[in-house]
């Protein structure tokens, strides 16, 4: 059986995303607000279909004493977080928003690839 090429994912390292699902899906506050978790990726593993979200899935770790960590003991980190229960933040207005691809002209002239939030249409990548 021959391996499978990873789908490309709609989020990179460094975006700010908005949790949908699992521990941290959007709660509603008194008013009936929605409050989100965000958070920055930290790095995308594209064959798992994960990312790892900083402050977001956070689990305990039972580590040795090692000479770096001489006390050892239990250890908060965050764990990687399927891409599906994700979502990206509009840059505009905070809020979750789906990912589209268009071209446009860069400085050299040439077409260049980039994402744009559908919801307000403001280009994420610069």
């Known amino acids: 059986m021959s391996a499978k090429r990873p789908n ?20 509603r506050d008194k008013n009936g607000n929605k409050v989100y978790t965000k958070g920055r990726v930290l790095k995308v593993f594209p064959k798992e279909q994960r990312a ?11 580590t040795r004493p090692t000479p770096n960590n001489p006390q050892g003991g239990i250890i908060e ?10 979502m990206l ?31 307000s249409g403001e280009i994420i990548d610069k």
Not at 9 to 18: A, E, P, S
Not at 89 to 118: Q, S
């Open 8 to 27: 490309k994912l709609h989020i990179k390292t460094g975006d700010t995303v908005i949790v949908m699902r699992g521990k941290e899906a959007p709660t």
């Open 52 to 62: 790892l979200v900083e402050g977001v899935n956070m689990v305990k770790k039972h």
């Open 77 to 86: 980190k965050e764990a990687p977080i399927h891409i599906s229960n994700l």
């Open 89 to 119: 933040e509009d840059p505009k207005t905070k809020e979750p928003t789906r990912i589209g691809y268009k071209f446009i002209e860069g400085k050299d002239g040439k077409l260049k690839k980039v994402r744009y939030a559908k919801k």
